[in-house]
């Protein structure tokens, strides 16, 4: 239980840090993965325990 909410915790703390890194991506880093600007702020307006 302990190890389950531990990996939780440390799931949600990337996804906060993928998404803060994304919007500090230049466009074309952005475009070099596939992704638009639009797209970088969609995915970091999301809560960080959605997917």
């Known amino acids: 239980m302990v190890v389950a909410l531990t990996d939780l ?25 596939g992704l638009s600007r639009a797209d970088a702020l969609q995915e970091a307006e999301k809560p960080f325990w959605r997917r």
């Open 9 to 33: 915790l440390y799931l949600w703390q990337q996804r906060l840090r993928d998404r803060e890194a994304l919007l500090q991506m230049t466009t074309a880093q952005l475009k070099d993965i």
